[in-house]
């Protein structure tokens, strides 16, 4: 199967940065969108940042201007640089992706987080 692993979390003090990186493995013929999605305690999952295979990226509006997606097609990675973070910055981030696998059957795939703490 494919898998998805995060890596990167911790805890950082307000005004911090952290990196965060998740890489797709295992029998993958191609990968559109990767991104990131974050959940805070008793809210939902929420978009943080999407990158294309070409490049393009997308934006909540709350991380604009501190964070920046980007991604390594040859290692089936995504990265999520994270600068000035805020207490609210808070949850489990999780990374995503659209791929079509070895046997051509497309659909998203999930990793299964990493916590980022943010302390004020």
């Known amino acids: 199967q494919v898998q998805l692993v995060e890596s990167g979390g911790g805890l950082v003090q307000s005004g911090g940065a952290l990196r965060l990186s998740c890489a797709a493995s295992?029998?993958?013929?191609?990968?559109?969108?990767m991104g990131w999605y974050r959940q805070a305690p008793g809210k939902e999952r929420e978009l943080v940042a999407l990158i294309t295979s070409g490049g393009n990226t997308n934006y909540a509006d709350f991380v604009k201007g501190r964070f920046t997606i980007s991604r390594d097609n040859a290692k089936n990675t995504v990265y999520l640089q994270m600068n000035s973070l805020k207490p609210e910055d808070t949850a489990v981030y999780y990374c995503n992706a659209d791929l079509v696998d070895g046997n051509r059957l497309r659909r998203l795939y999930w990793g299964q987080g990493t916590q980022v703490t943010v302390s004020s």
């Open positions: 295992g029998r993958i013929f191609s990968i559109n969108v």
